[in-house]
């Protein structure tokens, strides 16, 4: 089984920054993609960054110019650095992993428990 700890969340004024850690652990053969997801209350989860293996990245719109992802595959470890922190921000983030658990073993998404970001003045 894998398992994601992710850590860095917390209260920050507008124009401020955070950055979210998440690292992956246990059986992992081989690392597909991991990215950042977020949920506000009475919203659905939104993907907001994530990152391939080899490297590319997609973001949401609104998080264009302010949040940048990347990894550390040898680590198994992903970030997002989120800056110009504005108040539509505020969310449950949550970190994803789409990874293979062994040698011919289907790929398979895996999530953190969440760590609260919030934003206000």
């Known amino acids: 089984q894998v398992q994601l700890v992710e850590s860095g969340g917390g209260s920050v004024q507008p124009g401020g920054s955070l950055r979210l850690s998440c690292a992956a652990s246990g059986s992992i053969f081989s690392i597909y993609h991991m990215g950042w997801y977020r949920q506000a209350p009475g919203k659905q989860r939104e993907l907001v960054a994530r990152?391939?293996?080899?490297?590319?990245?997609n973001y949401a719109d609104s998080a264009k110019g302010r949040f940048i992802i990347s990894s550390d595959n040898d680590k198994s470890m992903v970030y997002l650095q989120m800056n110009s922190l504005k108040p539509e921000d505020t969310a449950v983030y949550y970190c994803?992993?789409?990874?293979?658990?062994?040698?011919?073993?289907?790929?398979?998404?895996?999530w953190g428990q969440g760590t609260q970001v919030t934003v206000s003045s």
């Open positions: 990152i391939t293996s080899g490297g590319t990245t």
């Open positions: 994803n992993a789409n990874i293979s658990p062994g040698y011919s073993a289907p790929k398979f998404n895996y």
